[in-house]
């Protein structure tokens, strides 16, 4: 909370100056993906994943933009929202929760053609590749035994979310910041 009332410096938490959201951009390497309950195993390419979460200050850009969140455009096919919900907690640098899929999905669509890039939300397989840097036996983004110091999750006790990458040794292998705990999703 503090760091946002100073104004958080970190790359890839806010805005440019040309009012678009500054996404860090982590590199995840390919790999092989076997999800629980599916007889399948799924080649993940190469892609690049958020360092961090969408913060409420880069999914206020979309909310504010003109050709943003009202535009028909970016919901083309999905079901259209027809007013964003407010967050719980609104500090700039803390994750946007009360997003839906529909919202999110727009949101990348207006973050795409803004940026000329192709952003999309992960695939559960691409997902988990990020999660565990590849391996299969890893059950957590750290080591594999459960550390609660490494997230904000429920036995933080914090009952909020908290300012996004606070919980470094929470990271993946590849440096992505809150993959477990901060949001429900």
Not at 1 to 30: H, M, Q, T, V
Not at 138 to 167: A, I
């Amino acid at each position: 909370k503090i760091l946002n009332e100073f104004g958080d410096p970190r790359a890839g938490i806010g805005c440019r100056s040309n009012g678009l959201p500054d996404i860090l951009w982590i590199e995840i390497p390919e790999g092989k993906v076997k999800l629980k309950g599916i007889d399948h195993v799924f080649n993940v390419k190469p892609f690049r994943l958020a360092k961090y979460l969408v913060t409420n200050n880069q999914f206020g850009a979309f909310l504010r933009a003109e050709d943003g969140y009202r535009n028909d455009e970016w919901w083309r096919n999905i079901l259209q929202s027809h007013g964003a919900a407010q967050p719980s907690w609104p500090e700039a640098n803390c994750p946007r929760e009360m997003v839906s899929w529909y919202e999110a999905v727009a949101f990348c669509r207006w973050l795409s053609a803004r940026t000329g890039s192709n952003i999309y939300l992960p695939t559960e397989w691409e997902w988990q590749q990020a999660a565990t840097g590849g391996d299969p036996e890893r059950m957590y983004p750290w080591e594999d035994w459960w550390d609660s110091s490494n997230c904000n999750s429920g036995g933080s006790q914090l009952n909020r979310t908290t300012t996004v990458g606070m919980y470094l040794f929470g990271g993946t292998p590849q440096g992505v910041l809150d993959m477990a705990g901060n949001v429900w999703e």
